[in-house]
């Protein structure tokens, strides 16, 4: 299959130039008749596997609508800016709040299917960049006991149907949460419970606790699979698990797991085609003196190699090490990127280092600052795609996907960048 990729890069959010308008409307359309760059975005239809890597500037959330229509949200971020200017500007702007957005943009991508809901949503850890940030001024929603941020904004815009995280229902594990963002997650998921909302601890292993909600005996070769939890890792053999973590009462507090360490991480297959989030897994182990501390690479073992794959940790320092690329080996890296610190230049070096993987590999990010657009220098000017939302759309049967870069600066934004087809 004849594969198209522009070699000019998107910097800065930029418009694409005219040459490579041009370009790309001259492409042949190969999705089902896909519009070019420019126009509105095609919206989904039976078959196709779409899978949207949002940009608002405030965190994580990645939105998945699967062949028959049954939608997965991974994350819900809603980080507030801080003082220091180190983090990107909030997209499409700050009128609102960052999981209005997020819900309004799943409603739109969301309107041809059977239901405007989501039907899953998966929360990777319990941090603000995504869940959502609670401040004292975060307003309550309209029964108490919560306030609206992140996937409870979301909640506010369309119904969740069921909610999977790792630490229901006592969120004890490894001790008890204090942060307010994280306890007012668990308020939220507690009074959504008491409203008849499944909530369920993820099933590490499992490949059917996210099944098919439209047409269940349909698309057998669609699959979405819990790979890591707590330190529970699939061990990629049927439904087994393994512990990664020793025993806490061999620890001193202080050690414990972080939140990072403990995220959870996904897999979804259909046909040839794989993907793969792991939200904020780390491999730093202290300069070996802690090898347990790494989950990615026992996780990537597991996975095995995706035709996608989300950077860990936003491509910081700690995470996509050596081991975990030299695994996946992903055609496509998407940079969930909303600080100056994403991604260290390090992490660049080796998601295109060809001593770990041949072959060609591109990377996207959804928002790279211009701090870390000038520190990344030697390597960011190789991007694909540094501002916009990035969808993947995989064809029927997982033959082949493209990815497309969606304009972030405007609501239901146009066509920035399109790329591909890629062979699965």
Not at 87 to 112: I, K, N
Not at 295 to 318: F, I
Not at 390 to 416: F, H, P, Q, T, W
């Amino acid at each position: 299959m004849t594969e198209w990729i522009s070699r000019r890069r998107f910097l800065r959010g930029s418009v694409a130039s005219v040459a490579l308008v041009a370009a790309a409307r001259a492409c042949v359309a190969q999705m089902g008749g896909a519009v070019g760059v420019g126009a509105a975005f095609e919206p989904w239809r039976r078959g196709w596997l779409d899978i949207h890597h949002i940009s608002t500037g405030c965190g994580n959330s990645v939105l998945v609508i699967a062949p028959d229509g049954t939608s997965l949200m991974i994350d819900a971020g809603a980080k507030s800016p801080d003082a220091t200017g180190a983090q990107a500007v909030a997209r499409p702007d700050a009128s609102r709040r960052p999981g209005e957005w997020l819900g309004r943009y799943a409603r739109h991508h969301l309107r041809t299917t059977p239901r405007q809901e989501i039907d899953y949503f998966f929360l990777t850890h319990l941090h603000d960049d995504h869940m959502g940030t609670c401040l004292p001024g975060s307003p309550m929603a309209a029964g108490g006991g919560y306030r609206l941020t992140g996937v409870s904004d979301v909640a506010e815009v369309l119904p969740l149907r069921m909610m999977l995280d790792r630490g229901w229902p006592d969120y004890a594990y490894p001790a008890p949460f204090t942060d307010p963002s994280a306890l007012n997650y668990i308020a939220f998921a507690r009074s959504m419970a008491g409203r008849g909302v499944k909530v369920e601890g993820i099933k590490v292993g499992s490949a059917g606790q996210m099944a098919l909600r439209h047409e269940t005996g349909a698309f057998r070769d669609f699959s979405v699979r819990s790979v890591a939890a707590s330190g529970r890792v699939w061990t990629g053999v049927g439904e087994k698990v393994r512990e990664v973590f020793p025993a806490l009462k061999g620890l001193a507090v202080r050690d414990y797991p972080t939140e990072n360490m403990c995220s959870a991480a996904v897999r979804i297959g259909y046909g040839g085609f794989a993907y793969y989030n792991g939200g904020d897994l780390t491999c730093d182990t202290a300069f070996g003196t802690e090898p347990w501390r790494d989950v990615e690479t026992p996780v990537a073992r597991a996975v095995g190699k995706v035709s996608v794959a989300a950077l860990n940790h936003h491509g910081y320092y700690d995470g996509t090490g050596a081991d975990f690329v030299r695994a996946v080996q992903a055609r496509i890296w998407v940079l969930q990127s909303w600080h100056a610190s994403h991604p260290a230049l390090a992490s660049l070096d080796r998601l295109y280092s060809k001593v770990l993987y041949g072959g060609d590999r591109d990377v996207l990010a959804t928002s790279l600052t211009q701090a870390a657009e000038l520190a990344d220098a030697r390597l960011s000017d190789r991007m694909l795609s540094q501002q916009g939302h990035v969808v993947v759309r995989v064809a029927g049967g997982g033959r082949s996907y493209e990815v497309c870069v969606l304009d972030d600066g405007r609501e239901e934004g146009a066509v920035k960048g399109r790329f591909g087809p890629f062979a699965s």
